[in-house]
Each structure stands twice: as C-alpha cells, then as structure tokens.
C-alpha cells in the first residue's frame, strides 16, 4: 500500500532563504507526483506535476526534483517570501484511474 | 481561468440526514474525483469518476455514499444518512488527462454534522 510522508511538518524561515521540502514514498510504480499549494480553509492548486519518466520541472521560483528508485522528491523555493506563505503537499498517482495518494504536507510560514 | 466550482461552502446538518455536495468541474475535463479532508489530517481520496461510471472507490466511499453526473456538467456527492464522523472538507477535482496532466481542485465544501 503507497504511503507518502513529508518531512518537515513545520517549517519557519526569514524572507530571502531558500529551502527545500522533503517527500518520500513507499511504492515507485507511479504514474506522477504532484506538488500542491494549500491555504487555509481553501482548495488544493496544482503547482508542478512531474511525470514518472521525468527527474524535475521548474516553474519560476519553485523546482521540484523525482528520484523514482529511490522514492523521493524535493521541492526547491528560491528567495522565499511571506506571499509562499501556505501548506504544501505532495501526492502521487499510483493507479491508472488518477486517484492521488497524499502525504500530511509540510506548513511553512516566511517571515518579512 | 477555469475553475472548479463547488456549492455550497458550508453545510451543517443533523446526524442521519442525506446531504448533497455539488461541483461543477472544468468543461472540457474527462476525470473527476471527491476527496475529502478531516480536520487535521491528510486529504484522502474518496471516489474517480469516468465515462458516467466509478472507476475506482476508497474503503471509506461505502454504501452511504454515491455519485452522480446528472446533466453533463454537474458532479455531486451523495452521503445517504450522515454521521459525525463524516464531518470534514469535501473536495471536488477534474482533470482532462489523469496521467499526464494537473489535477484541478474546487475550494470545497465544509461538511459540518451535528
């Protein structure tokens, strides 16, 4: 049974740094990983999808890295500000109808 | 942008009643889903939809709960007689390519039952 974890739960970080997300998974058949944006109270938005014969996509700011064999993925956010603000998650598609398998995302506040 | 629409945002309820959880999905996808999301915990997948028929359905999408594609844009949820422990965040989400392509999320409906 997949099992997607994230590490770390929290996380809080001046304005400027650069940081990395952690995401690991217990399975590598996938079909993809998806990075998510949460925040409060709202719904999910789609930030980069990696495909599972991909090893990363960039879009702005944000790079997210895949090591299928080894069953883990990396968010990078350059010159973080207070606006990245939100919960992040990581999914991955194991099954050919879509269905997404969730970790517990990781929280993350900047600080002006 | 298109969007993922869902009505209502808040539903509060009595233990026992049937509710209906609408979403209307973004008009040319093919895929869609409900998750669902108790305070606090992970978003768990609940149930995928495709080509009017389930494709595939959670341990917790049991007899209570059903789909339904009416009219060819609507998507609702359907939870029969309503418990406590299904108070949680209900999430609708589309997709025009299951594989290849982002999964699309409603901004939920927040299933309140007392």
Known sequence: KQEVTQIPAALSVPEGENLVLNCSFTDSAIYNLQWFRQDPGKGLTSLLLIQSSQREQTSGRLNASLDKSSGRSTLYIAASQPGDSATYLCAVSSGNTGKLIFGQGTTLQVKP | ?114
């Not at chain 2, 669902?36 to 595939?56: A, D």
């Not at chain 2, 049991?62 to 609507?74: I, K, L, M, T």
């Not at chain 2, 999430?91 to 299951?98: I, K, N, P, Q, V």
Request: glycine content about 4%; hydrophobic content about 35%.
């Open chain 2, 1 to 114: 942008e298109p969007e993922v629409t869902q009505t209502p945002s808040h539903q509060v309820t009595q233990m026992g009643q049937e509710v209906i959880l609408r979403c209307v999905p973004i008009s040319n996808h093919l895929y869609f889903y409900w998750y669902r999301q108790i305070l606090g915990q992970k978003v768990e997948f609940l149930v995928s939809f495709y080509n009017n028929e389930i494709s595939e359905k959670s341990e917790i999408f049991d007899d209570q709960f059903s789909v339904e594609r009416p009219d060819g844009s609507n998507f609702t949820l359907k939870i029969r007689s309503t418990k406590l422990e299904d108070s949680a965040m209900y999430f609708c989400a589309s997709t025009r390519d299951r594989i290849n392509e982002k999964l699309f999320f409603g901004s939920g409906t927040q299933l309140s039952v007392l």
